[in-house]
């Protein structure tokens, strides 16, 4: 079963930083695209940033609103992938959602991690 | 506000059709064939229903189809079921430096 398995949401002050995994299974993860898509409570989804496979160089792409403050990452001989959130502020308050990514069919979706920003 | 415009809501009665719209512009939906749709019931993860405009993934019922027409995409749902009640998004490519881009989302409401 093609299966991605978020982890490491929570709770934290405005300021600090999170990193979340991505852990997927049932699929060669090194042969896809990864993306990270949010939604904050009660909204809708909006894009986040992905990292390209291998053979586009692992490059990776950010929405305006995370650029220079999140980086996206991967481990392929772990199948993992990370989202490293830094300088978070409230408005990142969110599910966060990682998904495999074919020329935007983002299939299948985990199940999400919370993280919430607050003092 | 989301770069595609979707209604926020639409309704329907059991075995009747719907249809939500997605509209966007020359930049995304009218460029691109990679608009997709998703189904996000309340608590869980979006579902993929609908990929590159018209196609439907492995498992997703046929009574659900999608069309483009310009810059506006379309996603149809036939003989409305209790189940399909639920938030329909759609999302495109855009060749701005947003690079993909959501729809505000259409929350649906089966009668």
């Known amino acids: 079963e093609v299966q991605l398995v978020e982890s490491g949401g929570g709770l934290v002050q405005p300021g600090r930083s999170l990193r979340l995994s991505c852990r997927a299974s049932?699929?060669?993860?090194?042969?896809?695209?990864l993306t990270w898509v949010r939604q904050a409570p009660g909204k809708g989804l909006e894009w986040v940033g992905f990292i390209r496979d291998k053979a586009y160089g692992g490059t990776t792409e950010y929405a305006a609103s995370v650029k220079g403050r999140f980086i996206i990452s991967r481990d392929d001989s772990k199948n993992i992938a990370y989202l490293q959130m830094n300088s978070l502020k409230t408005e990142d308050t969110a599910v966060y959602y990682c998904t495999r990514d074919v020329w935007g069919r983002f299939d299948p979706w985990g199940q999400g991690a919370l993280v919430t920003v607050s003092s | 506000q989301s770069a595609l415009t979707q209604p926020a809501s639409v309704s329907g009665s059991p075995g009747q059709s719907i249809t939500i719209s997605c509209t966007g512009t020359s930049s995304d939906v009218g460029s691109y064939n990679y608009v997709s749709w998703y189904q996000q019931h309340p608590g869980k993860a979006p579902k993929l229903m609908i990929y590159?405009?018209?196609n439907r993934p492995s498992g997703v019922s046929n009574r659900f189809s999608g069309s483009k027409s310009g810059n506006t995409a379309s996603l149809t749902i036939s003989g409305l079921q209790a189940e399909d009640e639920a938030d329909y998004y759609c999302?495109?490519?855009?060749?701005?430096?947003?690079?993909?881009?959501f729809g505000g989302g259409t929350k649906l409401t089966v009668l």
């Open positions: 049932g699929f060669t993860f090194g042969d896809y695209v």
């Open positions: 999302s495109s490519y855009t060749s701005s430096s947003t690079l993909v881009v």
């Open positions: 590159d405009v018209t």
